[in-house]
């Protein structure tokens, strides 16, 4: 029996000095530096009142031992920045071990007080680390805007200007005979579910300089092209006469929709685009539209639906869809008159392109006129709408610059270069980018005209 006994004592000791063999060692090198997985934090600009998404910061100990922490906080410490430190809460926290060759986390959230200010403001913090009596910091840096916030969804005559950024976080309505001004430069950021109803007259003034801005509130690189982030604008049967002058409007579920019981109704654009939609981009059902130098591009149906009653007058257009997120099913420009319509549809110097290979529906072509046009379509339907079409290019690549970037300048090999009609280009003779398409031998079809770049 006092064999057992004697090694059990034996392995013990053995244990013991295995254990202490095996001690941990601690790195308390004042020169010794923790590394990070950037080497700043930055937020793309944050709307006051409204919470950033959460970024990750990676902490590294590349030391062969492990290294204690005393303390971790913010310098600043205003509640702005807020921080999580390997789940833990807070923005202060006190003895915090890294082992050896490993890390830990640090997730960042940014949420900015109102300051009643114009300008976009620099937040800047920076999380400290305390160890080896030395301190390290790390620097978070970002840019905060204050935005407007109607009282109101019932919007009476008013103005909107470029000062501050407008956020809408609900359905606007724009009461019947009541006018809305949108000066150059101004930018509206709207919420998932809301959208712009006019009831009224809208007048939107932007430049070639200064734009006017409409898309989704959420400004991160991730969301750039992402559709379906907002509702749209939305024209009621109220709304008389409407005018849109450089406007980008982006990333919603409908670009534009003019809707109304009887034909007397009408809206004119030009120098605008219209981008990223998970249905239509423009859709009317009898309203009168009048458009030139206009871009409507990747849509998750058409570009372009004209539906009802409803003049219809395009010049230097391009409506242009590479849709790739769903499977598309309609032409990109689609015309379905009533029966017997007399309205007219003319369509001069414009591009009808995409990845179908009938690109424009017409079930009446009586009073439809298409002039020297780009159109991707069979020769089947160009034998059926063969009486609408006057020195069309057909099924010719349009050889754009990026249509990946959707970048639709002309490249200088673009067959379109010189082959819009003069009469056309000499009504609207500055191109989507301002420059002149009188300047050389002969205008281009499109909203760009072609410039070689030295």
């Given at each position: 029996m006092k064999f057992p006994i004697f090694s059990l004592i034996i392995l013990s000791l053995i244990l013991l000095i295995s254990a202490c063999d095996n001690k941990e060692e601690y790195n308390h090198d004042p020169n010794f530096q923790l590394n990070f997985s950037l080497d700043s934090l930055?937020?793309?600009?944050?709307?006051?009142?409204?919470?950033?998404?959460?970024?990750?910061?990676?902490?590294?100990?590349?030391?062969?031992?492990?290294?204690?922490?005393?303390?971790?906080?913010?310098?600043?410490?205003?509640?702005?920045?807020?921080?999580?430190?390997?789940?833990?809460?807070?923005?202060?926290?006190?003895?915090?071990?890294?082992?050896?060759?490993?890390?830990?986390?640090?997730?960042?959230?940014?949420?900015?007080?109102?300051?009643?200010?114009?300008?976009?403001?620099?937040?800047?913090?920076?999380?400290?680390?305390?160890?080896?009596?030395?301190?390290?910091?790390?620097?978070?840096?970002?840019?905060?805007?204050?935005?407007?916030?109607?009282?109101?969804?019932?919007?009476?005559?008013?103005?909107?200007?470029?000062?501050?950024?407008?956020?809408?976080?609900?359905?606007?309505?724009?009461?019947?005979?009541?006018?809305?001004?949108?000066?150059?430069?101004?930018?509206?950021?709207?919420?998932?579910?809301?959208?712009l109803h006019i009831h009224g007259n809208l007048n939107i003034e932007g430049s070639f300089e200064e734009p006017v801005f409409f898309g989704s509130h959420r400004r991160e690189e991730l969301y750039d092209d992402v559709p379906g982030q907002w509702e749209g604008l939305f024209f009621h049967s109220e709304s008389k006469a409407n005018f849109i002058s450089h406007l980008q409007l982006e990333n919603a579920i409908k670009g534009i929709s003019a809707q109304s019981e009887i034909n007397n109704n009408n809206l004119e654009i030009e120098y605008s685009q219209f981008i990223n939609f998970t249905t239509t981009g423009i859709k009317t059902d009898?309203?009168?539209?009048?458009?030139?130098?206009?871009?409507?591009?990747?849509?998750?149906?058409?570009?372009?639906?004209?539906?009802?009653?409803?003049?219809?007058?395009?010049?230097?257009?391009?409506?242009?869809?590479?849709?790739?997120?769903?499977?598309?099913?309609?032409?990109?420009?689609?015309?379905?008159?009533?029966?017997?319509?007399?309205?007219?549809?003319?369509?001069?110097?414009?591009?009808?392109?995409?990845?179908?290979?009938?690109?424009?529906?017409?079930?009446?072509?009586?009073?439809?006129?298409?002039?020297?046009?780009?159109i991707r379509l069979s020769e089947e339907k160009q034998n059926d709408f063969s009486s609408i079409f006057e020195n069309c290019i057909f099924n010719t690549d349009p050889e754009f610059v990026n249509k990946n970037e959707h970048n639709y300048n002309l490249s200088a090999s673009s067959p379109l270069i010189n082959k819009a009609k003069l009469d056309i280009a000499n009504i609207f003779s500055l191109d989507f980018n301002g420059n002149s398409r009188l300047s050389d031998t002969a205008p281009d079809i499109g909203s760009f005209e072609y410039f070689e770049v030295n």
């Open positions: 930055t937020f793309d600009t944050i709307f006051s009142g409204l919470p950033s998404t959460t970024k990750q910061l990676k902490v590294y100990n590349r030391s062969s031992k492990a290294v204690y922490l005393d303390e971790i906080e913010l310098v600043n410490n205003d509640e702005t920045y807020r921080l999580n430190i390997n789940g833990l809460v807070g923005n202060n926290t006190k003895r915090v071990y890294i082992p050896a060759k490993d890390s830990l986390y640090i997730f960042v959230e940014l949420n900015v007080q109102d300051n009643n200010q114009d300008s976009p403001r620099l937040i800047e913090d920076y999380i400290q680390f305390k160890f080896n009596s030395r301190v390290q910091r790390f620097l978070l840096k970002s840019w905060a805007q204050d935005v407007i916030r109607l009282k109101n969804n019932e919007l009476q005559t008013q103005e909107w200007t470029k000062n501050r950024p407008y956020f809408i976080d609900e359905n606007l309505f724009l009461v019947e005979t009541q006018s809305l001004t949108i000066e150059a430069g101004t930018k509206v950021y709207f919420q998932k579910g809301a959208g009898n309203f009168n539209l009048k458009m030139h130098d206009v871009i409507v591009s990747n849509c998750g149906q058409q570009t372009v639906l004209l539906e009802g009653e409803g003049d219809f007058e395009f010049s230097h257009c391009n409506f242009i869809n590479y849709w790739q997120l769903s499977l598309r099913t309609d032409a990109s420009f689609s015309y379905l008159a009533n029966e017997n319509s007399g309205k007219e549809l003319k369509l001069n110097n414009s591009i009808i392109w995409g990845t179908k290979s009938d690109e424009i529906e017409i079930n009446l072509t009586g009073t439809v006129e298409i002039i020297n046009t780009l």
